[in-house]
């Protein structure tokens, strides 16, 4: 049986098989921002928000931020983050000293590792109504026990580089394969995710891949080896099928990833889906928050390691830094290097 499970698709996390731990969809349609407020949203537009703690709005949200939505200093530990940035604007900080900003086609790959603390603030630089949309995932993929005491880092795949593989189906209409992970067959493989991260084995299987379908376009995921998780999230568009199943509403479905996995957009607009794949790790699981282990002794000792300051000094002024207006999207990392898309 192809589907195994539907859960309906809300503005809040996906549920995740393993080895992924939480997904979520940001979709903020942010107003324009002036220069006297700081790539912030305007006062006067804040009124009865809860500041610190807005999520679940409509329009847009301001997530932690009381300025400049996003997400001020916080730990993470014992696994690995994937943010895509379909469209918009983040500027990192970190523990180690490293800062950036990537946007509009970008994704980060960060290894917490032993434990680390990162802000990721949204700024908005436009003035235009119209033109400061954030459309945004966050991906958690955990790391194997071995793995949870690595180095915390981070690396770039910049959207130069972005493998996106444009397919043809029998009626000309036009699918597109962005693989963040995971090789499609017949195209090239995307850049290798950082050393101690799960996703670098292709043993592990791990494939995070966002489909793209015209209105009316088939196309068919192939098949992967017996024993690996699969969700397939339709999140934008009208209907799909998959398989035999017509999906009528967004939908996150877990999916037999043995079997070859057909998809159609019955919609009269195009589709878009975010696949999830790998092979499970077989331990225990024991998460509070941004801080996940393998067993409860681990957890007293990760978050004890954090309040002793064992994550590193932050080193910025503020807890929720901003690069200037102009900057362009460039990371510096904590040992000095500085990368810049090409």
């Known amino acids: 049986m192809l589907i195994q499970k539907v859960l309906p698709v809300s503005r809040g996390p996906f549920q995740t098989?393993?080895?992924?731990l939480?997904?979520?969809?940001?979709?903020?349609?942010y107003?324009?921002?002036r220069a006297q407020d700081g790539m912030g949203v305007q006062p006067a537009l804040l009124h009865g928000r809860n500041l610190g703690m807005d999520f679940g709005n409509s329009d847009w949200n301001m997530y932690h931020g009381r300025l400049v939505p996003g997400f001020p200093q916080h730990p993470h530990?014992?696994?690995?983050?994937i943010t895509l940035v379909r469209r918009g604007t983040v500027d990192h900080h970190d523990s180690l000293g490293s800062y950036g900003r990537f946007a509009d086609g970008d994704t980060q790959w960060m290894?917490?590792?032993?434990g680390v603390s990162h802000s990721e603030m949204l700024p908005l630089l436009h003035a235009e109504e119209g033109k400061n949309t954030l459309d945004l995932f966050q991906i958690w993929l955990n790391l194997p026990r071995a793995s949870k005491g690595c180095a915390p880092n981070y690396t770039m795949q910049w959207r130069e580089q972005a493998v996106k593989a444009r397919i043809k189906d029998s009626h000309g209409r036009i699918v597109q394969v962005e693989t963040v992970a995971g090789q499609l067959e017949g195209w090239p493989a995307p850049q290798k995710p950082p050393q101690d991260n799960y996703a670098r084995d292709p043993e592990n299987c791990v494939a995070i891949w966002v489909i793209s379908m015209d209105a009316g376009a088939r196309?068919?995921?192939p098949a992967a080896p017996t024993g690996v998780n699969r969700s397939v999230i339709f999140f934008k568009g009208d209907?799909?099928?998959v398989g035999e199943y017509a999906v009528k509403r967004h939908a996150n479905m877990h999916v037999d990833a043995s079997l070859p996995c057909p998809l159609h957009n019955t919609g009269t607009t195009p589709a878009e889906l975010l696949m999830l794949q790998g092979r499970p790790i077989d331990e225990p699981v024991v998460q509070q928050g941004p801080f996940v282990t393998s067993s409860r002794p681990e957890m007293q000792q990760a978050i004890q390691a954090y309040h002793r300051g064992h994550f590193g000094k932050w080193p910025f002024e503020q807890d929720d830094p901003v690069l200037p207006r102009e900057s362009p999207r460039f990371a510096h990392y904590g040992d000095g290097r500085e990368e810049r898309p090409e």
């Open 219 to 221: 196309w068919e995921i």
């Open 111 to 114: 290894d917490a590792g032993r």
């Open 22 to 29: 939480f997904a979520v969809y940001h979709l903020d349609n």
């Open 77 to 81: 530990c014992g696994f690995s983050t």
């Open 239 to 241: 209907e799909i099928n």
């Open 31 to 33: 107003p324009p921002s």
């Open 17 to 20: 098989q393993s080895p992924f």
